[in-house]
């Protein structure tokens, strides 16, 4: 049987919070066994601990959200991602605010200090959640579905489809979670120009550039327009009439949206709180089918 593990030492990331654009510290421990993974709000009076299960997300909308009672935590999917692609069982992260820092829209640099730190066993036996038979959810309305197959490793499969002259189908797949970290993990969350301007209207994306996301301008809007997008998001004014990829750094991968949706998608089912054997085959996937599903695996492993 494998063993459970945690990372050596602590670690600590720094960073600005994609939606607050404030400055966050957010620090990994190692933990016993049994302990899973647990987020504690330490910028809060008592210093509060959510457990990190998918029944605690409570917003899906522009990542995962995690929640006890009113305290919150957002945009956790990129450390869970990493985490768990490293058969990490238990860690204890600490954040003073209520998201994790964006860095750069990747879980590259999570890996890195994962990689620096190692990982030990513990004396518990790791759980698994091992298929016996075919699970599914789909969403008619959006044209999402997962499905989880039985298998005696762990592999994903997802295809991802917009209505976009950009961004076309795009097909992404990691057999070997020892494949994560040169293939997956340095994938960046993407957004479309023209959902930039209702997010910020909503309070949101307060941390967002050019630099810690794909930024996908595919619908051509007036020079205006578009000159006052960059002013608010403090920018270099461009070109209104020249579509495409507009972030400073070019794509790491052809279909590295693919890519990103796979890795937020291993983040999120990483909330069941065990390793899957099996395979998953998701199509059109994203936070909300993601946590769904996660739920659903919960309740058969309660069952």
Do not use: W
């Not at 409570?58 to 990129?78: L, P």
């Amino acid at each position: 049987m494998s063993k459970q593990t945690t990372i050596k030492e602590s670690f600590t990331l720094t960073g600005k919070g994609l939606h607050t654009g404030l400055n966050l510290q957010l620090t990994f421990l190692p933990a016993p066994a049994d302990f899973g993974y647990k987020i504690q709000r330490i910028d809060l009076d008592g210093q509060p601990v959510i457990e990190a299960f998918a029944e605690n997300v409570v917003d899906t909308q522009r990542g995962t959200v995690i929640a006890k009672g009113d305290i919150r935590v957002s945009t956790i999917e990129h450390a869970m991602s990493a985490l768990y692609a490293h058969g990490i069982d238990n860690c204890l992260m600490q954040v003073n605010g209520p998201e994790f820092p964006i860095l750069d829209g990747s879980a590259i640099q999570y890996v890195e200090k994962i990689k620096q730190v190692g990982t030990k066993e513990l004396d518990k036996d790791k759980i698994y959640f091992e298929v016996k038979s075919k699970m599914m959810i789909s969403n008619p309305e959006t044209g999402s579905q997962i499905i989880l197959l039985p298998d005696q490793e762990f592999g994903v499969n997802a295809l991802i489809s917009f209505e976009s002259s950009v961004l076309y189908n795009q097909y992404a797949s990691l057999d070997n979670l020892e494949d994560f970290d040169s293939q997956i993990a340095a994938s960046r969350t993407f957004v479309f120009v023209r959902e930039i301007e209702p997010l910020l209207h909503a309070g949101l994306v307060k941390g967002g550039d050019l630099d810690n996301a794909i930024v996908i301008y595919e619908r051509e809007m007036s020079q205006e327009r578009y000159d006052k997008l960059a002013e608010i998001m403090k920018v270099p004014k461009m070109d209104a009439t020249k579509l495409g990829y507009i972030m400073h750094k070019p794509l790491a991968f052809p279909n590295e949206p693919a890519r990103h949706k796979l890795l937020d998608l291993i983040g999120d089912l990483a909330l069941i709180g065990r390793p899957i054997k099996g395979r998953i085959i998701a199509t059109r996937p994203g936070h909300t089918i993601n946590n769904r599903f996660a739920r659903q695996i919960r309740q058969e492993i309660n069952r």
